[in-house]
């Protein structure tokens, strides 16, 4: 997932379904726990990993959504609505760890994920690259607040631009905001 620190923008998650085959390891041989890559990493193994999957796909809650239900509940909205926007159906999933007792898909979650799975690194990369071109995009809406550049995590500049601003629609109410608080993209 991608976002789930952050205060403002939504949170989202990807799902991805390689090919059987032993390759592609070699293939996607770059693509690790997207916090580990660069942004320019990020986005070349994104185009890469678009390429070579089977099916992907990026599911999203909103940052309403995360202060109607909290952030956890969100989380697994945006997991739902990534594995329903594939075009295939796996028969078994692989989920990054997260607390999930009613789990409605069949498959196991992995401890550092993203380090155990490629399908699970890759489906992080993809998260975090389409969060960060949307939060790109947002920054252009929401002229002030510095999107483009913190991508809506806790920074003393984002900071500076809430007290001088205010919270826009896209920041998270729920989420305490204040002073010696930041968070990492």
């Given at each position: 997932?991608?976002?789930?620190?952050?205060?403002?923008?939504?949170?989202?998650?990807?799902?991805?379904?390689?090919?059987?085959?032993?390759?592609?390891?070699?293939?996607?041989?770059?693509?690790?726990?997207?916090?580990?890559?660069?942004?320019?990493?990020?986005?070349?193994?994104?185009?890469?990993?678009?390429?070579?999957?089977?099916?992907?796909?990026?599911?999203?809650?909103?940052?309403?959504?995360?202060?109607?239900?909290?952030?956890?509940?969100?989380?697994?909205?945006?997991?739902?609505?990534?594995?329903?926007?594939?075009?295939?159906?796996?028969?078994?999933?692989?989920?990054?760890?997260?607390?999930?007792?009613?789990?409605?898909?069949?498959?196991?979650?992995?401890?550092?994920?993203?380090?155990?799975?490629?399908?699970?690194?890759?489906?992080?990369?993809?998260?975090?690259t389409t969060r960060d071109e949307l939060m790109r995009g947002l920054d252009e809406q929401?002229?002030?607040?510095?999107?483009?550049?913190?991508?809506?995590?806790?920074?003393?500049?984002?900071?500076?631009?809430?007290?001088?601003?205010?919270?826009?629609?896209?920041?998270?109410?729920?989420?305490?905001?204040?002073?010696?608080?930041?968070?990492?993209?």
């Amino acid at each position: 997932e991608a976002g789930r620190g952050a205060w403002a923008g939504p949170v989202m998650a990807g799902a991805v379904i390689l090919p059987n085959d032993p390759g592609i390891g070699l293939t996607l041989a770059g693509v690790r726990d997207s916090k580990l890559m660069t942004p320019s990493q990020r986005e070349r193994w994104a185009i890469e990993i678009k390429t070579v999957a089977l099916a992907w796909s990026v599911g999203q809650a909103s940052a309403a959504e995360i202060d109607q239900i909290g952030i956890l509940p969100a989380n697994r909205l945006a997991m739902i609505r990534a594995i329903q926007g594939l075009a295939l159906s796996p028969e078994y999933h692989l989920f990054d760890f997260i607390h999930w007792k009613d789990c409605p898909y069949p498959g196991e979650r992995l401890v550092k994920g993203e380090s155990q799975s490629l399908s699970i690194a890759a489906a992080s990369v993809l998260a975090k690259t389409t969060r960060d071109e949307l939060m790109r995009g947002l920054d252009e809406q929401f002229e002030g607040y510095g999107f483009a550049r913190h991508k809506g995590y806790g920074t003393a500049r984002h900071r500076q631009a809430i007290q001088r601003l205010g919270l826009c629609e896209i920041h998270r109410k729920s989420f305490s905001i204040t002073a010696g608080q930041e968070s990492q993209p």
